[in-house]
């Protein structure tokens, strides 16, 4: 089974809307953590957001804010006031093990995101 | 401050030839990651250091690939006998521990002919 699932293909949200990006991981650890990393044309990996499995709190970095459901096993991205620089590939990735032990990150296959003006 | 480089950006190279990719980490970082993307797909784990140790190569696809961090800084991965399957983009990340997030490099660009 896939461990990252982002299924949706294509996303279009106009100019200063809100959009939410899905995200759905499959793990049988109790300590984890879970990122977002946009992926402009450029290529290079930007790091967005991150949240623990133990986080009470919904994490929130600036337009970003990342919907935490761990009984359904969703980490949805949402960007309020979309500008026309998120226009990107987004990627959820999850890293098994709450600390150092195991750190790499396992990503999902991506969704792009285009905003309209 | 300066953020990963990676060098060369593009490589381009025949088939059967030996391939040196380069990571410069953010200064400080104690761990390094390599991960290789595909065409429309998301980065997959190759390698990862803690210091000058390979921590985990879990994700090296087979002994054509080999990855050394002498120093604890800079980062070289190897590819032997290159395919032209392994045409990819290999990324570089750091962290400034294991576990925390990563910072990725731009990627090199490898084209196997």
């Known amino acids: 089974a896939q461990k990252i699932t982002q299924t949706q293909p294509g996303m279009f949200v106009q100019e200063k809307e809100a959009v939410t990006l899905d995200c759905t991981y499959d793990t049988s650890d109790q300590s984890y953590g879970l990122f977002w990393y946009k992926q402009p044309s450029s290529g290079e990996m930007i790091f967005l957001i991150y949240q623990g499995s133990y986080d009470e709190q919904n994490a929130t970095e600036g337009r970003y804010s990342l919907n935490f459901q761990k009984a359904r096993k969703s980490a949805n991205l949402v960007i309020s006031a979309s500008q026309l620089g998120d226009s990107a590939m987004y990627f959820c990735?999850?890293?098994?093990?709450?600390?150092?032990?195991?750190?790499?990150?396992?990503f999902g296959k991506g969704i792009t995101l285009s905003v309209r003006p | 401050g300066a953020g990963v480089s990676q060098t060369p950006s593009n490589k381009v190279t025949e088939k059967g030839k030996y391939v040196e990719l380069r990571c410069d980490p953010i200064s400080g970082h104690t761990a390094l990651y390599w991960y290789r993307q595909s065409l429309g797909q998301g980065p997959e784990f190759l390698i990862y250091?803690?210091?000058?140790?390979?921590?985990?190569d879990s994700g090296l696809p087979n002994d054509r690939f080999f990855a050394v961090r002498p120093e604890g800084s800079v980062s070289t991965l190897k590819i032997q006998r290159t395919e032209r399957g392994d045409s990819a983009v290999y990324l570089c990340?750091?962290?400034?521990?294991?576990?925390?997030?990563?910072?990725f490099g731009p990627g090199t660009r490898l084209t196997v002919t």
């Open positions: 990340a750091s962290s400034l521990l294991a576990g925390y997030e990563q910072y």
């Open positions: 250091f803690q210091g000058t140790g390979a921590a985990d």
């Open positions: 990735a999850m890293r098994e093990a709450y600390t150092g032990a195991n750190s790499k990150l396992t």
